[in-house]
């Protein structure tokens, strides 16, 4: 009679073929001869994957015996990302759950953010990875974005703002139902200033969720075209404009107009000269050398002077 006893070792990974039997054999006459299922005819078989296997022992008599038994394998490794938005852009109050199913518990995590729990807290938007090794050394991966439920406040102000001399500008923050900050100290949506200088606003809606901007308020001297003692016009195009701005004269007269561009500090970049013929003349100023912001155009006949914003993108 032959006597057959097994040890078992189970795959490690849902798919891997890391299982292994031993089997040992007592009894039977003389040599005893293993042939398995999958015709392996050794006294063990190993780097198999989960499922049932037997095995034939023949002894020299050819009494036999046979053994059945099964490798098992846990479940396949997955986790599953919960995700809670942002309440704003920049607010950082996103939250993912990290839930492991499968696989052989406790599970390690392992977070693109080095965080090491199943949960991660306090997320500002953006990609988030993961990756879940288990007991076995089981790897599960998976990610996720955080985004934004509500949006910021858009604050559209121009680059600058040309104050007249005695006069006034409003500034206005848009964004009705806010609160509103200003560098000035006040707190409604429009404020109305007096002076130049850099004025910016914080402005936070009903949700929380806060933008910032600024803006310049220069000095003009707001002379028109007539004040120059032209009839007719002066025309900068494209304004705002990527680095080429056309200027076009066309008034009465044939006479000659000179022309500075400052930058907002007010330091002189380039100056030229028009020479009107039939009140008509055309000309083009190069700022691609220039950084982007505001500049202005200044210009002169017979001592008068007249002064455009030039924003450059």
Do not use: H
Not at 45 to 63: E, F, H, L
Not at 77 to 85: E, G, R
Not at 165 to 192: C, H, K, M, R, Y
């Amino acid at each position: 009679m032959i006597s057959l006893v097994s040890i078992i070792d189970s795959v490690l990974c849902f798919g891997d073929e890391t299982g292994e039997i031993v089997l040992t054999a007592e009894g039977g006459l003389g040599q005893l001869d293993f042939l398995w299922s999958n015709s392996s005819i050794d006294t063990l078989i190993s780097g198999v994957g989960a499922g049932v296997y037997s095995a034939t022992v023949t002894d020299q008599n050819g009494c036999t015996d046979i053994y059945t038994d099964t490798i098992y394998s846990p479940d396949q490794l997955t986790v599953q990302l919960i995700i809670a938005d942002a309440t704003c852009n920049d607010s950082g109050d996103g939250v993912i759950d990290a839930n492991a199913s499968g696989g052989t518990s406790p599970f390690l995590y392992s977070w693109s953010n080095s965080e090491t729990t199943n949960q991660i807290n306090a997320l500002d938007t953006g990609l988030y990875f993961i990756t879940v090794t288990d007991n076995n050394g089981c790897v599960a991966e998976a990610n996720g974005s955080v985004d934004f439920t509500n949006p910021d406040p858009t604050i559209l102000f121009d680059s600058a703002y040309a104050l007249c001399a005695g006069g006034e500008v409003s500034l206005d923050a848009q964004n009705s139902g806010s609160t509103f900050n200003w560098s000035t100290g006040e707190t409604t949506q429009i404020i109305n200033v007096t002076a130049t200088g850099t004025y910016s606003v914080e402005v936070t809606s009903a949700d929380g969720c806060s933008s910032e901007a600024q803006t310049e308020v220069y000095e003009d001297d707001c002379l028109g075209v007539d004040e120059l003692g032209l009839n007719g016009s002066i025309q900068l195009y494209p304004n705002p404009t990527r680095g080429f701005v056309n200027v076009v004269f066309d008034v009465v007269g044939s006479r000659q107009i000179n022309y500075t561009v400052f930058s907002i500090e007010g330091r002189p970049i380039l100056n030229d000269q028009v020479n009107l013929t039939n009140g008509r003349a055309q000309a083009e100023i190069d700022l691609n050398n220039s950084s982007a912001g505001v500049y202005f155009i200044t210009f002169e006949i017979d001592g008068k002077t007249q002064t455009q914003r030039i924003i450059l993108e």
